[in-house]
């Protein structure tokens, strides 16, 4: 079917391969199949196996390229499976260097597995251009960031690290979870490689574990094609059905979740309880301009502290529309307390040096009625003084 349309809130509706044009059904089918039947003895379809390729998966996979302006997309079955296939590329006697706020679980996997296989990683500042510049060595492969980062929402300049990646001949990966495409598109701004966990803004309802790559060119798309079906960890059909139907949203979404924290961050900014509070859509925070330059807004991810005399356990449990629980990026809105569940696997020492203290929340903020929002943290903020 051909659709004619300009702009990302026409293309997360029709980008990628629109509908079935063998019905017209306006919907891509899910095709629930492992296999194709060959016509005869060495000719097929274009399908023959669906670790392979399946044509719903495919649908998303172009989709998604589109969508961040890439060569070519890949659905994987969790976040971690999408950087798995990217980390993948490389070989031993590699390093990575991954800026200090990454996914714990990006942390744990360069440590703990392809540590084993001798591919090094070494953890840099990357809001330092200047500092990171001189840690290029010539081991180094490379650079892993994501901006804003997870939990002090750090932002990272993506073009200056870009520049600075092309100089050494080396990649530049973005993992671009917090934002989604509609807010951020880093191969535009010169990176190599994009990876989402899915299971947040992508999939949107915290219904669905998943993962993308995209790649800016022909090369790239041929190695991760090729690590894809080698390596195995494919995203189902039904799955990259429900991505296709969350991606639909994906502007009104953004658009909501996004207002939504621009006005909960005001209320944090001005509430006495507050002690610190990090959101890059505002004026005084850490890279506010870079952001600003990069980025459509903000984002809708928060991470505060109250001062002292506020119980954080108190806090906690006297949410009632806001639920404690990881994970991010859907409907509703989430809270966690990084301390003691995302980045428990950090020493406290380090936890306490890069500024997530006991008392730090981090909040997903939702879509709901931003008053109702508002009305449950002034409540739970009330209850927990001491
Ligand atoms: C959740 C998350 C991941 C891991 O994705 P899964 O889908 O949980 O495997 C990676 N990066 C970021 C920034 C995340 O928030």
């Known amino acids: ?111 703990k597995i392809f540590r084993n296989f001798k591919i090094g990683y070494s953890i840099e500042d990357t809001t330092d251009t200047a500092l990171l510049e001189k840690n290029i060595t010539s081991d180094v492969k490379a650079i892993l960031i994501e901006t804003p ?31 989604t495409p509609y807010l951020q598109r880093p191969i535009e701004l010169g990176a190599d490689i994009v990876i989402h966990s899915a299971t947040k803004y992508i999939g949107g309802h915290s219904d669905v574990v998943a993962g ?19 390596a195995g960890g494919v995203l189902a059909p039904f799955d990259s059905f429900l991505l296709i139907r969350g991606l639909k949203t994906l502007a009104v979404r953004m658009d909501r979740h996004t207002e939504n924290a621009a006005d909960i961050a005001v209320f944090l900014q001005n509430n006495n309880a507050v002690k610190k509070i990090y959101y890059p859509g505002l004026p005084d925070a850490q890279g506010y301009e870079i952001n600003k330059k990069q980025a459509g807004n903000g984002g809708a991810m928060i991470s505060f502290e109250l001062k002292e005399n506020y119980n954080i356990r108190k806090f906690f449990g006297s949410l009632k529309l806001i639920a404690l629980a990881e994970s991010l990026g859907g409907v509703e809105s989430l809270v966690c307390h990084p301390a003691s569940m995302t ?44």
Do not use: C
């Open 212 to 230: 993308l790559v995209v790649v800016n060119n022909k090369e790239l798309a041929e190695k991760i094609a090729f690590i894809q079906n080698a």
């Open 1 to 111: 079917m051909s659709v004619s349309y300009k702009r990302i809130e026409s293309a997360v509706i029709h980008g990628g391969i629109y509908g079935d044009s063998v019905t017209g059904a306006v919907n891509v089918p899910i095709y629930q199949t492992a296999t194709y039947q060959q016509p005869e003895l060495g000719k097929n379809t274009g399908w023959e196996y669906s670790r392979t390729g399946n044509p719903t998966r495919a649908a998303l996979e172009s989709l998604i390229a589109e969508l961040e302006n890439g060569a070519a997309g890949f659905a994987f079955a969790s976040g971690m499976a999408a950087i798995t296939a990217a980390l993948s590329l490389f070989g031993s006697g590699d390093k990575i260097i991954i800026s200090s706020n990454v996914y714990g679980g990006t942390f744990r996997v360069l440590d």
């Open 149 to 179: 980062a997870n939990p002090l929402l750090t932002v990272t300049d993506i073009s200056a690290i870009s520049a600075i990646a092309k100089k050494h001949g080396i990649l530049l990966i973005v993992d671009n979870t917090f934002m």
């Open 343 to 386: 980045h428990a696997s950090i020493p406290y020492e380090t936890r306490q040096k890069i500024g997530i203290t006991d008392g730090l929340i981090r909040l997903s903020v939702g879509i709901e009625n931003v008053s109702d929002l508002i009305a449950d943290l002034e409540n739970a903020i009330a209850e927990s003084e001491e």
